[in-house]
T-cell receptor, first 111, second 113 residues
Framework: DQQVKQNSPSLSVQEGRISILNCDYT??????FLWYKKYPAEGPTFLIS?????DKNEDGRFTVFLNKSAKHLSLHIVPSQPGDSAVYFC??????????FGTGTRLKVLA | DTGVSQDPRHKITKRGQNVTFRCDPI?????LYWYRQTLGQGPEFLTY????????KSRLLSDRFSAERPKGSFSTLEIQRTEQGDSAMYLC???????????FGAGTRLSVL
């Protein structure tokens, strides 16, 4: 039962363009959503989050959008940089301390 | 280095052996999490500690798995009678508060032969 889904295993984007990573969820009780970035041989690093009472949160080049009716969130990176090349995980939280992660999307930013 | 530290980084063991992993969280963090990650998957929640109390355990944590956090500092994850299906990356994370600020270690990669 995959409650958090990232349907695109990989994405390639030209440097300077926008990267859009998508995530869908099934549990309407999720109250907090997070994005993590992971480089090889390192643990995931927290990137940005959004509460279910908001529909947008922005931090520098990173913006997360939440569409509760569609149970969909997306991460926009603009402009994309080669250093953004990594695996991105979305995660959801439902009031306990349990986080559910998606399967990840590998982003490659081409110079 | 004030990040989350995990030891060892790699562990190769034979099926049936017991293994123990250690996690040292960021010192002021009272919340500690263990996750398991297999190839092509995201981290799967295993268990959560607030200080020394283990407050939540996943169904993934069978009776062969046990985790402790004595005195609310470092934590250990033990797997008894390892099976090949236990081969995975075991990640530890700590945080000082709620959903944000969860800091991960680099993980311990377990290979069961």
């Amino acid at each position: 039962d995959q409650q958090v889904k990232q349907n695109s295993p990989s994405l390639s984007v030209q440097e300077g363009r926008i990267s859009i990573l998508n995530c869908d969820y099934t549990n309407s009780m999720f109250d907090y959503f997070l994005w993590y970035k992971k480089y090889p041989a390192e643990g995931p690093t927290f990137l940005i989050s959004i509460s279910s009472i908001k529909d947008k949160n922005e931090d520098g080049r990173f913006t997360v959008f939440l569409n509760k009716s569609a149970k969909h969130l997306s991460l926009h990176i603009v402009p994309s940089q080669p250093g953004d090349s990594a695996v991105y995980f979305c995660a959801a939280h439902s009031g306990t301390y349990k986080y559910i992660f998606g399967t990840g999307t590998r982003l490659k930013v081409l110079a | 280095d004030t990040g989350v530290s995990q030891d060892p980084r790699h562990k190769i063991t034979k099926r049936g052996q017991n293994v123990t992993f250690r996690c040292d969280p960021i010192s002021e963090h009272n919340r500690l999490y263990w996750y398991r990650q297999t190839l092509g998957q995201g981290p799967e929640f295993l268990t959560y500690f607030q200080n020394e109390a283990q407050l939540e355990k996943s169904r993934l944590l069978s009776d062969r798995f046990s985790a402790e956090r004595p005195k609310g500092s470092f934590s250990t994850l033990e797997i008894q009678r390892t099976e090949q299906g236990d081969s995975a990356m075991y990640l530890c994370a700590s945080s000082p508060r709620g959903p944000e600020g969860q800091y991960f270690g680099a993980g311990t990669r377990l290979s069961v032969l």
